[in-house]
C-alpha cells in the first residue's frame, strides 16, 4: 500500500556511469547499484558464517549480478545447496567432477570477480600455498581477476600466528582481505573472527566492480 517506490538514479562522474535504483521502504535496496552484465562467484567454505553469504547472493542477485556459487564439501553440512541454487537461480558447482568439463576454467574466464565468504582457516591456508585440491582452491589459482577473502573463524584459531602468517602471505599475493570483526562468536566466545557483514562484503565488491572494464563474454 505505496509501501515501496522505485526510482531511477543515474550518475556519471565522467569515467564510470552507473545507475542506481532506489526502492524507497526497503533499507538495503535504497541507493543499490545496477550490477546488471557482471559475473561473481562466491565461494563459501565450512564457516558457521556460511548462512551468512545467503544473504550476500541474495543482495547481488537483487543489483542484477550473475552469480554462481561454489561449496566446499565441509560448507555443505552447514547450508544446503539448495538454498545458494534457489537465491541464484543457478546450480551450485559442488565439485571438479560433476557437470562442466574443466570447472575451475571455465568458471575463471567467465566471472568478473571471486570472493571466498566465509573463508576458513583451512581455506586460507590452503590459498596461501598454493593448494589446488578441491574446486575453489583450484579456481583461485586458475582466476587471473580481482579476489576478496572474508575470514570467519573461533578468536584462537584468528590470533593464531599461522593464520596471521597466510593472511599476510595473501595480502603480498595481491588478495583483498575483507577484515573480520570483533563481537560475539558462535563458539559463545566474545573476541575478533567474526565475518564482515554481508553488506560491508557487497560494498567492497561493488566498489570493484564499478571500475572493471565491461565483459564481453556471458555466463551461461
Ligand atoms: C559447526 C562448525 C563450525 C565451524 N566453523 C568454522 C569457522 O567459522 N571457521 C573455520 O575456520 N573453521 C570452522 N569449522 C571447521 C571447518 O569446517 C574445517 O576446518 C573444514 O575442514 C574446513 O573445510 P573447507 O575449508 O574446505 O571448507 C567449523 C566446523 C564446524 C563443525
Not at 9 to 23: K, M, R, S, T
Not at 65 to 83: D, I, Q, R, W, Y
Not at 96 to 123: G, R, S
Amino acid at each position: 500500500m505505496g509501501r515501496f517506490r522505485l526510482g531511477l538514479l543515474d550518475i556519471n562522474d565522467g569515467e564510470n556511469a552507473c545507475c542506481f535504483w532506489v526502492l524507497k521502504g526497503d533499507r538495503n535496496m535504497e541507493k543499490s547499484p545496477s550490477l546488471q552484465g557482471r559475473e561473481v562467484v562466491i565461494g563459501v567454505t565450512g564457516g558457521i558464517a556460511a548462512y551468512k553469504a545467503a544473504t550476500l547472493v541474495s543482495r547481488l542477485v537483487q543489483a542484477s549480478a550473475g552469480v554462481t556459487v561454489v561449496m566446499t564439501e565441509a560448507a555443505t553440512h552447514l547450508v544446503s545447496p539448495k538454498t545458494f541454487e534457489a537465491l541464484s537461480r543457478r546450480p551450485v558447482a559442488l565439485g571438479m567432477w560433476d557437470t562442466l568439463t574443466h570447472p575451475h576454467i571455465e568458471l575463471a574466464q567467465e566471472a568478473d570477480i571471486l570472493c571466498v565468504a566465509p573463508a576458513t582457516a583451512n581455506f586460507l591456508a590452503k590459498a596461501a600455498l598454493g593448494l589446488a585440491d578441491d574446486l575453489l582452491s583450484t579456481l583461485v589459482l586458475a582466476f587471473s581477476g580481482p579476489i576478496f577473502v572474508a575470514p570467519a573463524m573461533n578468536v584462537a584459531m584468528w590470533q593464531k600466528p599461522v593464520v596471521q602468517r597466510n593472511l599476510q602471505q595473501l595480502r603480498q599475493d595481491g588478495i583483498h582481505i575483507i577484515e573480520p570483526e570483533s563481537g560475539y562468536l558462535s563458539c559463545g566466545m566474545v573476541g575478533a573472527g567474526r565475518m564482515a557483514e554481508p553488506e560491508q562484503i557487497f560494498e567492497r565488491l561493488v566498489e570493484v566492480l564499478r571500475t572493471l572494464p565491461p565483459r564481453e563474454k556471458k555466463l551461461r
